[in-house]
């Protein structure tokens, strides 16, 4: 399906540029979003007449997500979790947890908005991009912990964990992975391929 961008799209193109994406991605993601519209000649015609006004919001909501950047950028987020001693989550961090905890801290984004290729299964400092406008994004640490102790030495660079033997390493990890089996995928937003996968398994059902 060809469309219209209505704001720029990581790795699609920039406002106003017509591209051929797959139906299911278009009709998943990109057109209930609002983020762009059908390539007919109506609608071309459309944006060309709202080009101007398409693009001023856009600057004004490009300039209010830049001054959320700057209180947002480099600021570091606690999140508790039971661990083995090797590190490995009874479970995961997922993108909504780091969208609730950031919201928590006074900014109000959206799990889509946490820029997270997959989960977080260990203890540690872990950098996340988060996306506040199509051309703005804040990178914050999330500091995955035990407890609030914990959490502060990770930040004074300490080794929170504990030696352990290698037989003890694999049982404590093949129970962390068993654990988090039944988790959350660490996005909402859905992959062109598998939206388009999803599509055609759905028309041979």
Same mark, same amino acid.
């Not at 799209?9 to 993601?29: I, P, S, Y």
């Not at 109506?42 to 001023?56: I, T, V």
């Not at 039971?82 to 490995?88: D, I, L, S, V």
């Not at 947890?97 to 799990?111: E, K, L, N, P, S």
């Given at each position: 399906?060809?469309?219209?961008?209505?704001?720029?799209? +990581?790795?699609?193109?920039?406002?106003?540029?017509?591209?051929?994406?797959?139906?299911?991605?278009?009709?998943?993601? *990109?057109? %209930?979003?609002?983020?762009?519209?059908?390539?007919?000649?109506?609608?071309?015609?459309?944006?060309?007449?709202?080009?101007?006004?398409?693009?001023?919001?856009?600057?004004?909501?490009?300039?209010?997500?830049?001054?959320?950047? *700057?209180?947002?950028?480099?600021?570091?987020?606690? !999140?508790?979790?039971?661990? /083995?001693?090797? /590190?490995?989550?009874?479970?995961?961090?997922?993108?909504?947890?780091? #969208?609730?905890?950031?919201?928590?801290?006074?900014?109000?984004?959206?799990?889509?908005?946490?820029?997270?290729?997959?989960? !977080?299964?260990?203890?540690?400092? +872990?950098?996340?991009?988060?996306? *506040? +406008? %199509?051309?703005?994004?804040?990178?914050?640490? !999330?500091?995955? #912990?035990?407890?609030?102790?914990?959490?502060?030495?990770?930040?004074?660079?300490?080794?929170?964990? !504990?030696?352990?033997?290698?037989?003890?390493?694999?049982?404590?990890?093949?129970?962390?992975?068993?654990?988090?089996? /039944?988790?959350?995928?660490?996005?909402?937003? %859905? #992959?062109?391929?598998?939206?388009?996968?999803?599509?055609?398994?759905?028309?041979?059902?």
């Amino acid at each position: 399906m060809e469309v219209i961008l209505l704001e720029r799209v +990581h790795k699609l193109g920039q406002m106003g540029d017509v591209v051929k994406v797959k139906d299911g991605f278009a009709r998943n993601f *990109l057109l %209930p979003r609002k983020k762009a519209l059908r390539a007919t000649k109506a609608n071309r015609e459309q944006f060309e007449q709202q080009k101007a006004q398409l693009e001023a919001t856009n600057l004004k909501l490009k300039g209010e997500a830049e001054k959320i950047k *700057l209180k947002l950028d480099g600021q570091t987020f606690t !999140i508790i979790r039971q661990a /083995g001693e090797t /590190g490995m989550l009874y479970g995961s961090v997922s993108s909504r947890d780091v #969208a609730d905890v950031v919201t928590a801290g006074g900014f109000t984004i959206a799990r889509s908005q946490s820029a997270l290729d997959r989960t !977080i299964k260990s203890l540690g400092l +872990h950098e996340v991009s988060i996306a *506040l +406008h %199509p051309e703005v994004s804040a990178m914050v640490t !999330i500091n995955v #912990a035990r407890s609030a102790d914990e959490a502060e030495r990770q930040l004074r660079g300490e080794n929170v964990l !504990i030696e352990k033997t290698d037989e003890e390493l694999a049982l404590e990890d093949a129970e962390a992975l068993f654990d988090d089996a /039944g988790a959350a995928p660490a996005d909402d937003a %859905p #992959a062109p391929d598998d939206t388009d996968t999803k599509d055609k398994r759905k028309k041979k059902g």
